[in-house]
Structure formats: C-alpha cells, structure tokens
C-alpha cells in the first residue's frame, strides 16, 4: 500500500515538473540541461515536504498510505478553493448593490429565450427596478403549472438550463412543493458554501486539518420517475453524488445499497465505532445525529458483539454480496470490543468524547426547528465537543453561510451571488401586494421574510423564511433564522412563533424535576374536531421527555404560564378567555422517531432532508399522536 502512495505522489509531481520544464524550455529563461535539473530537485523536495506535511497530520486508525494522500490532496485542493471563494466573498460584501445587481440580470440574460422569459420581456429588463416593478412577488401556486410542464418533458420553460433533479421540498409549512435543481444550484452550493465553510471551520477549529475519518449520517434516498424520466426526490448531499468522497468516510460504499435506513444507521454506527479515531460527526441536520446515538443506546450490546466477533449482526436483511463485501471488511477485534464495553457500562453522558478521544467537531445544522437537538446533544451524548452549524439553505439554494462557527448564536452571512435577495417587512406579511426592500435598506434588530430569485426559475418567490438582520459583514446582512410561518400557532391572531414557543416550553421543563426534553409538536385544536374536548380554542402540544412518566395539572399549567409571560398577546387572550388553556400530553418513548417516518413516507421525503414539523397541519399526524399518548 505504501508503494501504491508512493507512485500515486511520483505522478502528481511528475505532471507539476513536466509542466514547469516545460515552460522554462519554451520561455528559453534557461538551457533545457539546466532545466530539467533544475524542476528536478524541485520536484524531490516538494515530494519530501509533502511527506513531511502528511506524517505530521493526526491520521486516521488502519489507514491506508494511499488512503492517506488521497485525503491529504483533496484537503490541499478545496483549502485552495476555499482560500479563494472567502476572499471573494469578502470583496463581494463590499459592494453588495453592485453584486446583486449582476447576479439578477445575469439571470435573467441567461432564462430571456424560455417560456417564461418571453412572457415577462426579461430581454427588455436592464436594473432591479423594472424587473420589481414589472414582476410580481410569487408563491409556489405560481409555478405549479410549470414545473409540471418541465416534468412531462418540456424544455427551457422557466429555466435554460437542464433540469437535474425535481426536488421535493420538506413540507414543514405546507404540502411539500416540486422545485427544479440544476448544474448552477449545485455548483453555487459548493463553491459559495461548501468551500468557504470548510475554509471557515478550519480557522476555527485548527485540529480538523488532520487525515482522520468522519462519520458522515446520511442515506440513499429513494427517487422516482416523473414522465419525462426526471429523478424526483430530495435535494442534498446523497451517497451517490458524494461517490468521490465515500473513502473519507468511516461507512464502507456497500452499506450504501442497503434500502432500509434503520439498517443503514446501524452500519454507520458499527463501523465509527470500529474507528477509535474518528474525528468529525457530519449530518446536514442535528436532528439525524440525536436519533443516531438515541439509536446507539438502544442497540450498543448487539453492536459491540459485532466488533468482537468481526461479524455483521443476522438481524439486518442484507443482500448476500452485500453481507459478504462487509463481512470482508470485518475482522474479530475482542480489545476494541473490551473497550467499547466499559465506556458503555459508563453510561451515556459524554459518550461520544469517550468513544473518539479525538473527535474535534459535530458538523451539522442546529438552528431553527434543529435548536433543541443541538442542545440535548451538547447536555447529554457529545458533552464537550464544539459544534458548526455551516449553512442556511434550503431546496431553493444557498442562502447564507456561518462565518462565525464558535459563536454560540447561529448567524448567517447572506451570499450576494447564490440569490437576488428582496425582504418583506414583517408587519407587511398580510398585505396583497407588499413593498420590499433589498440588501442595503434592511435595518439591524428588524424581521423580514425573504424573497428570492435563484438560478433555478423562481423569480420574486417568498420562501416563508423570517429572519431577523443581526448585523453587518461590511455591507451585506447577517441574519438570524426566526420561523417559518406556516409554522406559526394561531386560532386567535395571536402568532406565536415556533422560537416564541420553544423558548416558553424550554423554561417549563426546568420546573418539572427530572424532566429531559426529547422532542415537541403541537396542534391546533381546529385540526382535531371533537377528540380532545372543549369548546375554546386552545393549543394540543404533545412532548417526549425523558426522566419522568407523569406530570400533575399544575405542571402542566406552567408550559401555559410560561408562554403568556413570553407573549402579550397569547397572555391578553387568555385573560379575556377567547383562548382556553393548553392540553399538554406526554407521548410514549420513541413516538417522535415514528411520526417522522411516517412524515417522510408521506411528503416523499429523505432523512437527509427531513425537519420535524413543529406545528402539525394534518389531522393524522395528531391522531397518530394522540394514539401514542401515555399520560
């Protein structure tokens, strides 16, 4: 193996010679002798700092040396990358009107032949003023018609480009929509996101430039056909279209085509847990990496028997080759198991730094509907570890970036050249026909809902996101994710918010002795006729925790009094009784991991995608809850 790396570094410096003799030859700045003599030794030396370089970087346990520079290279290559999309990025916040500017009639140069180009005139369109002014603000309402043409196989209708992936939306606010995904969405994605938040976290958190394996929690979702032969399914990250990558990952590529993702998770966590050296747990969302390690410390006796025999358990159902690939893989590892053992009879607070003593990071989303998995994860299994929150995005594109991964509080460069950003003033929601303003006119400490045009078709859409502008990064907004507005509890006009709400829920819990939050939904009583009783309309809020099986009525009375000193507005309506008070009940132990697969089966969702709805708009999802109710 090492000779493989050996001749794998040979030919990387054999084509940076052979291109710099040349240029001397050619150029004639020296003798053809005395060139290549010259690229030579210059060629020994990088090989000799290069090797230097990789043997002092932390390596991963059982690594290959070809393994090893393979990492190594492709490390060099996106901090490069990285390098450069931050400085640009930077000069872009400088000039943020200009920017965005560009990026909008580029846009709309790029889709003026498509259908819909020739409808609005886009050849006729030169600044953001005509096109705010001859556009109007959308809904998804409006491109339902369209996209189904696209997916019947009609071309160049919305977008020029070629349309890749029919991507289902998550459906927390609504039906989950069909969106187009396209070479550019991608392409913004990695170079505006992916490499400047790699670049990011790296400054931040030194010790991840290393060749250690991550554990990366994802699943290959299932796609189907739309007439015209367009994949339809998630848009993210897949095991197919990180393929290039999988050898970074302590999940071997087999485990990949297993379907069922209960089986999948279960080879994720047998193999990180063969790896003493794992360095970084990745997940898009915080909410995956939560239900990993609640599966962990249900299933960790079978995993460990696993390890020690050097075996995959007969409980998963496995195709033969793909059992016989990973059992190859496998070898008897009685010390490993031995250790896995005592961390485990240990118990589960600060396990994962137990497990991987040099884990450095948890990288995954944690802001929004993911805050109260971040939190149970920093309180309970991955105590002491920092975590990224790297993005906001959503199947619409890039939105923003976190630059600032050590701060506590989740803010978001907004990136001028991934959308054309408008914002709605939050007292401005309700009007027909809203005025908007853009980058350079939103004021710090205010809500806005964001209105977008992306490089995939959508023009002025409102993609029901609030956020609240933190600040400046030079010119351009940091914002602060708020709530999603079909998310917004309300049988009075009274608007409590998903933060509103959780902030009040996490306040009771500190009053119930004992009590974990593990997870929340509520419902509003509208949506459940008869089955809950009363007349007045009021909240049904169904809460998974751990610690306790029962709470008394005056317990539950606290999540009520919490909210109304949180929210006038709740509290006036209380008062008056034109809102009854909320019917809080505790769900049994796993209930939330179910009602996610059954949200998932039904939006044609994927784990990699999936948010939890907080609050519940279909009468099902609450029955189902009501069925799973334990006190």
Not at 47 to 57: E, G, Q, T
Not at 256 to 266: H, I
Request: net charge positive; aromatic share 10%.
């Amino acid at each position: 193996m090492a000779l493989a790396s050996s001749r794998a570094a040979a030919l990387f410096f054999l084509v940076v010679t052979s291109v710099l003799v040349a240029v001397l030859i050619q150029t004639e700045a020296m003798p053809p002798r005395l060139a290549l003599t010259s690229v030579g030794v210059f060629s020994l030396v990088g090989m000799a700092l290069v090797w230097k370089d990789l043997h002092s970087k932390v390596r991963g346990h059982g690594r290959t040396s070809s393994s090893l520079l393979g990492q190594y290279l492709a490390m060099k290559a996106v901090g490069w990358l990285g390098r450069r999309q931050r400085a640009k990025l930077e000069g872009d916040t400088v000039d943020v009107r200009k920017v965005q500017e560009d990026t909008l009639i580029g846009r709309l140069r790029k889709n003026q032949q498509t259908i819909y180009g020739k409808q609005f005139d886009f050849s006729s369109i030169k600044d953001s003023a005509t096109f705010r002014a001859r556009h109007p603000i959308t809904t998804y309402k409006h491109y339902r018609e369209l996209i189904g043409r696209v997916a019947v196989g009609e071309e160049k209708v919305i977008t020029a480009e070629k349309v890749l992936i029919l991507a289902m939306t998550s459906g927390t606010s609504g039906p989950s929509a069909m969106l187009l995904s396209t070479r550019d969405t991608n392409a913004e994605f990695f170079l505006q996101g992916v490499a400047v938040c790699l670049d990011a976290m790296r400054h931040a958190f030194p010790a991840t430039d290393s060749l250690q394996r991550t554990t990366k929690f994802f699943y290959t979702p299932t796609f189907r056909q739309s007439e015209a032969g367009i994949p339809i399914g998630p848009n993210s990250s897949t095991p197919a279209s990180s393929r290039h990558m999988l050898n970074l990952y302590t999940t071997p590529a087999p485990a990949f085509q297993v379907p069922s993702e209960k089986d999948t998770l279960y080879l994720h966590l047998l193999f990180a847990l063969k790896d003493p050296s794992v360095g970084t747990l990745e997940s898009n969302f915080a909410s995956t990496v939560f239900y990993a390690f609640s599966a962990l410390q249900e299933r960790w006796q079978e995993l460990v028997e696993d390890i020690e025999r050097g075996k995959v358990s007969a409980a998963l159902n496995l195709e033969p080759d793909v059992r016989l690939k990973l059992e190859a893989l496998m070898k008897p590892d009685p010390k490993r198991a031995s250790e896995l053992r005592a961390h485990f009879d240990a118990g589960f607070q600060g396990i994962a730094k137990r497990l991987w003593p040099d884990l450095h990071l948890v990288l995954a989303v944690d802001s929004g509907s993911n805050q109260i998995y971040g939190e149970m994860l920093r309180a309970n299994y991955c105590q002491g570890i920092p975590f990224y929150s790297p993005f906001y995005a959503a199947t619409e594109g890039l939105i923003g970036v976190n630059l600032w991964p050590e701060d506590p509080r989740r803010r978001y460069l907004l990136c001028p050249r991934s959308m054309f950003c408008e914002f709605l003033p939050e007292s401005s929601l309700e009007e027909e026909t809203p005025p908007t303003l853009l980058m350079e006119e939103v004021k710090e400490g205010q809500n806005y809902e964001l209105v977008i045009t992306n490089a995939a078709g959508l023009y002025r859409y409102r993609i029901g996101d609030i956020v609240k502008v933190a600040g400046f990064h030079n010119k351009c907004p940091i914002v602060e994710f708020q709530y999603r507005r079909g998310q917004m509890l309300n049988v009075r006009g009274e608007k409590v918010s998903e933060a509103l709400f959780l902030n009040a829920l996490k306040k009771a819990v500190t009053q119930w002795p004992g009590a974990q939050l593990v997870d929340y939904c509520c419902a509003e009583s509208g949506i459940l006729g008869d089955s809950t009783g009363g007349s007045d309309p009021h909240y049904q809020v169904f809460i998974e925790l751990k610690g306790v099986r029962n709470l008394t009525e005056e317990q539950r009375y606290k999540l009520d009094v919490c909210l109304q000193q949180n929210s006038a507005v709740y509290r006036s309506y209380r008062i008056k009784g034109s809102i009854g008070p909320m019917r809080v009940q505790l769900v049994a132990p796993g209930a939330f991991n179910e009602l996610c697969k059954q949200m998932m089966s039904f939006s044609n969702t994927s784990p990699n995608t999936f948010k939890m709805h907080r609050v519940l708009r279909r009468k099902e999802y609450a029955d189902f809850l009501l069925g799973k109710t334990v006190s």
